[in-house]
């Protein structure tokens, strides 16, 4: 009974000397450790040593034992972790160092600036690095990274306060799509087209891009794909094309002129010349309702979808690739990737795709997921609907208010 009582006395003193100051042991067979840390830069200590080093770095001649270690940068959170070491050994330790929120994020909204609104959506960036954003019910918003001016019907030409997208031509000429039609705008003056002054099937314009011909083409909620050569309108219905439905969500444009047409509903169709083709689950897109569809240096399609009810089963959204052959699930083969709805996405200037979702912001390299959420980051609420890189690299999302996002830039 003393053997025993003596015994759990000794190892209750080492479960206390190790969480006060974790012992070495020395006099055996010498070992290495290897720091690296992203990123780079991180100071280290070792048992509450301050090793004047930075990484990464390589420690030689090292005793083999239980070692603390502590990492510290301006910026990051303190991170400690706690390493056992073994004789005659090289070991490596890789940290990803959780950047200080404060640092890296700022939120822009009602309660701390003069937006006029929280419920932000599209946001777009242009040659001087402006930030244009469009809301639901308080009209258009420019950022200079300043001040807010704000665009609605009380003060501009503007055909409605309910914004939906935002194009930007390269000569700064700058279109919007509202409920009440859509919108073309110099810095100064607005000219409107809608049911009012032109044969359009409906007001609700969900989106507008550009063709390499220079004609427009714009998605309706009701009454399909418009094609519009800054007199007239063409359109494009379920009833007299081949398009699947008559709500069209998104437009992409690639770089053989063939239009990609994201649907809500029915998935992708295509129109190349006057040749229609439509992809959906017997082209294993599962996903029907279309947010957004982008091209990667490659020519490879990314789709963001988002998920719906459909005969009261839920209809998951995904991240899907089309090689031109197939559809891949990206959410499938990377289960790390957040959330069931899709609802943006954009590439950074190295290649980084930028998700929003409904369960935060997420990076992807193609093989790492990263991603921010309420929860480790400076969003206020998971839910990002839009994402948008300006000139600096930095990130613009829409959430609850306006987010920026300075970090993920290596």
């Given at each position: 009974?003393?053997?025993?009582?003596?015994?759990?006395?000794?190892?209750?003193?080492?479960?206390?000397?190790?969480?006060?100051?974790?012992?070495?042991?020395?006099?055996?067979?010498?070992?290495?450790?290897?720091?690296?840390?992203?990123?780079?830069?991180?100071?280290?200590?070792?048992?509450?040593?301050?090793?004047?080093?930075?990484?990464?770095?390589?420690?030689?001649?090292?005793?083999?034992?239980?070692?603390?270690?502590?990492?510290?940068?301006?910026?990051?959170?303190?991170?400690?972790?706690?390493?056992?070491?073994?004789?005659?050994?090289?070991?490596?330790?890789?940290?990803?160092?959780?950047?200080?929120?404060?640092?890296?994020?700022?939120?822009?909204?009602?309660?701390?600036?003069?937006?006029?609104?929280?419920?932000?959506?599209?946001?777009?960036?242009?040659?001087?690095?402006?930030?244009?954003?469009?809301?639901?019910?308080?009209?258009?918003?420019?950022?200079?990274?300043?001040?807010?001016?704000?665009?609605?019907?009380?003060?501009?030409?503007?055909?409605?306060?309910?914004?939906?997208?935002?194009?930007?031509?390269?000569?700064?000429?700058?279109?919007?799509?509202?409920?009440?039609?859509?919108?073309?705008?110099?810095?100064?003056?607005?000219?409107?087209?809608?049911?009012?002054?032109?044969?359009?099937?409906?007001?609700?314009?969900?989106?507008?891009?550009?063709?390499?011909?220079?004609?427009?083409?714009?998605?309706?909620?009701?009454?399909?794909?418009?094609?519009?050569?800054?007199?007239?309108?063409?359109?494009?219905?379920?009833?007299?094309?081949?398009?699947?439905?008559?709500?069209?969500?998104?437009?992409?444009?690639?770089?053989?002129?063939?239009?990609?047409?994201g649907t809500w509903g029915e998935g992708i169709a295509t129109l190349?010349?006057?040749?229609?083709?439509?992809?959906?689950?017997?082209?294993?897109?599962?996903?029907?309702?279309?947010?957004?569809?982008?091209?990667?240096?490659?020519?490879?399609?990314?789709?963001?979808?988002?998920?719906?009810?459909?005969?009261?089963?839920?209809?998951?959204?995904?991240?899907?690739?089309?090689?031109?052959?197939?559809?891949?699930?990206?959410?499938?083969?990377?289960?790390?990737?957040?959330?069931?709805?899709?609802?943006?996405?954009?590439?950074?200037?190295?290649?980084?795709?930028?998700?929003?979702?409904?369960?935060?912001?997420?990076?992807?390299?193609?093989?790492?997921?990263?991603?921010?959420?309420?929860?480790?980051?400076?969003?206020?609420?998971?839910?990002?609907?839009?994402?948008?890189?300006?000139?600096?690299?930095?990130?613009?999302?829409?959430?609850?208010?306006?987010?920026?996002?300075?970090?993920?830039?290596?």
């Amino acid at each position: 009974m003393k053997k025993i009582l003596s015994l759990l006395i000794f190892l209750l003193l080492l479960f206390i000397s190790c969480i006060d100051e974790p012992p070495v042991l020395p006099g055996l067979t010498k070992s290495r450790i290897v720091f690296i840390t992203d990123p780079d830069s991180i100071s280290v200590m070792l048992n509450n040593d301050n090793l004047d080093k930075v990484t990464p770095f390589t420690i030689d001649d090292l005793d083999p034992g239980f070692f603390k270690i502590d990492l510290n940068r301006i910026t990051y959170l303190d991170t400690s972790i706690y390493f056992v070491l073994k004789r005659n050994v090289s070991d490596t330790i890789s940290i990803e160092m959780r950047e200080d929120p404060p640092f890296w994020w700022e939120i822009y909204n009602t309660s701390n600036s003069e937006i006029p609104t929280n419920q932000v959506a599209e946001i777009e960036v242009d040659a001087a690095n402006n930030k244009w954003i469009t809301t639901r019910g308080s009209g258009l918003l420019k950022f200079d990274g300043t001040e807010f001016t704000v665009y609605n019907t009380a003060n501009s030409g503007i055909p409605d306060d309910n914004l939906n997208d935002i194009f930007i031509e390269e000569n700064g000429i700058l279109w919007v799509t509202t409920d009440n039609g859509f919108a073309k705008f110099d810095g100064t003056a607005w000219i409107v087209f809608n049911q009012q002054n032109l044969n359009l099937p409906d007001n609700i314009i969900t989106c507008i891009t550009k063709d390499k011909e220079g004609i427009y083409w714009l998605g309706t909620t009701n009454g399909g794909l418009l094609k519009f050569d800054g007199a007239d309108v063409t359109i494009y219905n379920y009833f007299n094309s081949g398009l699947p439905t008559n709500h069209v969500n998104t437009i992409t444009i690639d770089e053989n002129n063939i239009k990609w047409i994201g649907t809500w509903g029915e998935g992708i169709a295509t129109l190349n010349g006057d040749k229609w083709e439509v992809y959906d689950k017997f082209d294993g897109l599962f996903s029907s309702f279309i947010s957004k569809i982008i091209q990667d240096q490659e020519g490879n399609k990314l789709i963001a979808a988002a998920s719906s009810v459909i005969n009261s089963v839920l209809q998951p959204g995904a991240l899907y690739k089309f090689d031109g052959i197939s559809f891949s699930n990206l959410h499938s083969v990377y289960n790390e990737l957040p959330g069931s709805t899709v609802m943006d996405i954009a590439f950074d200037e190295n290649q980084r795709l930028w998700l929003a979702t409904d369960e935060g912001l997420a990076r992807f390299d193609g093989n790492k997921v990263k991603i921010y959420n309420s929860a480790n980051s400076g969003l206020p609420t998971n839910f990002v609907l839009s994402v948008a890189i300006d000139l600096n690299q930095d990130k613009w999302v829409s959430t609850f208010g306006l987010g920026k996002y300075t970090g993920g830039k290596k």
